[in-house]
């Protein structure tokens, strides 16, 4: 049921992640009229809007937000144009939710939010893997201590990717997509993770090109300390045959693995009880309910946000934590050593580039 007058919505960038964007919208049709998409290829804007009750194409953004005035934009671009955009349509009293990466620096993050304003509009990003009922079901479990501490944990994308995927001009360089896996793939899984487990503090890494002609790595392993103690191996790759997402929680008192490769149901997860426990009832592992991660799942609390004027998540702080680790990622596998949260301000060449300065980028050929 409708809460009040239906949001206005529209996208920029009708390519093939807008069509994840037009099912959440059209799972929330009581609440959301899609009234506009634009694309500077005019032929992808029209058949985006031919799936809609209404929308008008547009090859101009300036255009449609003059004319529209829609109340929230996706922004379905690559990361190159994420700032612009996105302060475009804030200053147009727009709300923003954009797809992954953010953009393609910590400097350019925190460019966009300094255009917000308080009580909106606000800019949120779109990380689809951390909605669901399994993820909320294993921070309830942690938080009631039905799992115990959490210790050991391996955060796994590996993904195959060929010559073709990286024909696209803007992927693989760092002036156009900002970074490699660990940015435009393992992004979400690392995000989910730190949703799980809460705040990193420490991270040593490596990076390589071991297949791809690219300018960035096709491949990232890391190691990771968590502010509660727990530690953590991460691995980014577009190398593998044998795609999986995969995220394995050790905890005092069970594992909880999730095993996926897109999107993750109640069937994805499965926890393990330590020998020490004296039961063998699980019923407890399992949701209430079985929703899984999507775009749609992922708007649902934005649209909350928005209809009560607050901060929504996957924005501010907690949308900028793992693009931060992602620098500290980065910019650790460039100098050998452990970069630490909190370090990497606006004095640090990975501030402003994941790439850090030229000669490091040198030293990683």
């Known amino acids: 049921m409708a809460h009040g007058k239906r949001l206005r919505v529209a996208v920029v960038g009708a390519g093939a992640i807008a069509d994840s964007h037009l099912a959440a919208y059209q799972a929330h049709r ?42 929230l934009v996706s922004i379905c671009t690559p990361p190159g144009l994420h700032v612009e955009q996105t302060k475009k349509v804030l200053a147009g009293g727009a709300w923003v939710w954009c797809e992954k990466p953010p953009c393609r620096s910590l400097a350019e993050y925190d460019e966009m939010t300094a255009a917000e304003r308080e009580g909106g509009p606000y800019a949120a990003f779109v990380y689809q893997q951390r909605s669901g009922s399994g993820a909320a079901h294993f921070r309830t479990l942690l938080a009631e201590g039905e799992l115990g501490r959490p210790l050991v944990a391996h955060c796994q994308t590996t993904w ?18 900002g970074g490699g896996p660990a940015m435009g793939h393992g992004i979400h899984q690392m995000d989910l993770l730190f949703h799980l487990l809460g705040e990193w503090a420490e991270v040593r890494a490596m990076t390589a090109r071991l297949v791809h002609d690219v300018e960035t790595e096709d491949v990232s ?21 044998d795609e999986v997402s995969r995220i394995r929680i050790d905890c005092e008192h069970a594992t909880a693995e999730l095993t996926h490769l897109y999107g993750h149901g109640n069937k ?24 899984g991660s999507s775009h749609a799942a992922a708007f649902t609390p934005i649209l909350a946000a928005h209809r009560a004027g607050r901060r929504p998540p996957c924005s501010g702080d907690d949308g900028r934590r793992v693009l931060e680790f992602v620098a500290a990622l980065y910019k650790s596998a460039s100098t050998g050593l452990g970069v630490r949260r909190g370090e990497i301000g606006p004095g640090d060449a990975f501030y402003w580039s994941m790439a850090g300065s030229p000669a490091a980028e040198t030293a990683r050929r």
Not at 38 to 63: G, I, N, S
Not at 222 to 237: D, H, K, P, Q, Y
């Open 160 to 177: 195959y990717r060929d010559a073709a995927y990286y024909a696209v001009p803007w992927r693989g360089r760092w002036d156009t997509e």
């Open 30 to 71: 009581d609440d959301v009229d899609i009234v506009a998409a634009a694309d500077v290829d005019e032929a992808r804007a029209v058949a985006f809007c031919a799936a809609t009750e209404h929308a008008k194409p547009y090859r101009d953004l300036d255009a449609m937000l003059a004319e529209q005035e829609p109340d």
């Open 221 to 241: 392993t890391a190691l990771v300390r968590f502010e509660s103690g727990a530690l953590a191996t991460v691995v980014n790759s577009v190398l593998s045959p």
């Open 268 to 291: 994805n997860w499965r926890y393990t009880p330590a020998p020490h426990l004296k039961t063998d009832d699980t019923r407890r592992y399992t949701p209430p309910d079985d929703v």
